[in-house]
Each structure stands twice: as C-alpha cells, then as structure tokens.
C-alpha cells in the first residue's frame, strides 16, 4: 500500500529556517507534489508546488530530488505565526489502474519565541 | 473573491441518523474534491467529481456515503445510518479544472460531525 510519510513533530525558534521532508516512494509518473499548511478548525491552505528540481515563492521553497520519490519544503526565517501542521499532497498510481490524491501524515510545526 | 464555503459548520447526531453536507465551491471551479479528516490525522480522500460527474469515487469508505453535484456546482455529501466512527472533519476542495496534473485546491473550512 503506498506511504506518504512525514515527520511526525518539529520544534524550531524564531528566525530559523525549517526544512520538512515527505517520502512518497509510490509517486504517479506526471504528478506533482503540492504542500499545504493547516491552522487548527481550518481548512489545508496552499503554500507551494512543484514537479522536479527547485521552485520558491514568497513563502517557501520546495526542492525535489531527480527521483522524486521526496520533496523538501523549506520555510525561511519562520515566526511564531508558522506554528501549524504541514501536509504533503502527491497523486498515486496504484497496480489497479486507480489515482488517488494521497495527503502526508503531517508535520506540527512548533515555533518557538 | 469568496472561498469554499461549507455547511453547515459543525453537526452533532445520533447514531443510525441521515445527514447531508453542503460544499459551495469558487464560482468557475470544474473540479470539486471531499475529504476526510480524522483527529490528528491528514485529509482521506473520499471523492471526485468533474463536472456534474464523479470522476473517482473509489474513496467513499461504503455504500452507506452517496455525493452528488447536480449543476456542476454545489456539491452535497450524504451519508446514511450513520455510525460513531463517521466523527470527522469533512473537508471539501475545489480547483480549476482538475486532472491528473494536480492542480492546487482551495479548501473550505470543513464541517465536523460528531455522531454519539
């Protein structure tokens, strides 16, 4: 059965950089890997996306092994405000001819002051 | 411009009872997305639709869940008998277009229902 895994918890203090790992061996050929972040009673909120190499926005930036069977998300310089839990979302091939749109286990994010 | 909206925000019933969700997608958005999301856990998918049409469905859990989007547009999750372990958050997306070259999709707010 395929995984999307992550890290479970990450502590880091404000100003640092946090760097969040998502294995996601099963990964569909042509799909891409898109991480949303999710505050408490809210709904998952985009922060980047991306299919190969590197791609930044004015958030974050995501980097992709020539694999792609991981992806990095790296958050700059976090603040207290980051404090929530990260997903990874990435489409999955299975052997039945199904696709289905795995999200990762999730990483709670803890900045501290 | 407005976000998914869903409704309603939270839905307390008892066991063995029929509820039905709402899922108001961004005006123009195709493709239209229900997941669930258990305590401390990521968002399962349930259920695809394109269109007026279910592209996957192979999510829902049993034949006890039942979704429809009769104009292409707002979107109702149905679920019948329901039973304690049906307690979740029942988040609804939706993108542009859709595909199987993910698009990003735009969550509402979820609805959490508590069934005792």
């Known amino acids: 059965l395929a995984k999307t895994t992550q890290p479970i918890s990450m502590d880091s203090y404000e100003g640092q950089e946090v760097n969040i790992t998502c294995s996601h061996n099963?990964?569909?050929?042509?799909?891409?890997i898109t991480w949303y972040q999710q505050f408490p009673s809210q709904g998952p909120r985009f922060i980047i996306q991306?299919?190969?190499t590197k791609v930044t926005n004015e958030v974050a930036s995501l980097f992709i092994p020539a694999d792609r069977k991981s992806s990095t998300l790296s958050l700059p310089r976090v603040s207290l405000s980051d404090t929530a839990v990260y997903y990874c979302?990435?489409?999955?091939?299975?052997?039945?001819?199904?696709?289905?749109?795995?999200f990762g286990t999730g990483t709670r994010l803890k900045v501290l002051a | 411009g407005a976000g998914v909206s869903q409704t309603p925000s939270n839905k307390v019933t008892e066991k063995g009872k029929y509820v039905e969700l709402r899922c108001d997608p961004i005006?123009?958005?195709?493709?239209l997305y229900w997941y669930r999301q258990s305590l401390g856990q990521g968002p399962e998918f349930l259920i695809y639709?394109?269109?007026?049409?279910?592209?996957?469905d192979s999510g829902l859990p049993n034949d006890r869940f039942f979704a429809v989007r009769p104009e292409g547009s707002v979107s109702t999750l149905k679920i019948q008998r329901t039973e304690r372990g049906d307690s979740a958050v029942y988040l609804c997306?939706?993108?542009?277009?859709?595909?199987?070259?993910?698009?990003?999709?735009?969550f509402g707010p979820g609805t959490r229902l508590l069934v005792l």
């Open positions: 099963n990964i569909a050929t042509n799909d891409y």
């Open positions: 005006s123009g958005h195709t493709a």
């Open positions: 991306g299919y190969k």
């Open positions: 997306a939706s993108s542009p277009s859709g595909g199987v070259n993910q698009e990003t999709q735009y």
């Open positions: 979302l990435v489409g999955v091939a299975f052997t039945s001819g199904t696709y289905k749109y795995i």
């Open positions: 639709f394109q269109g007026t049409g279910a592209a996957d």
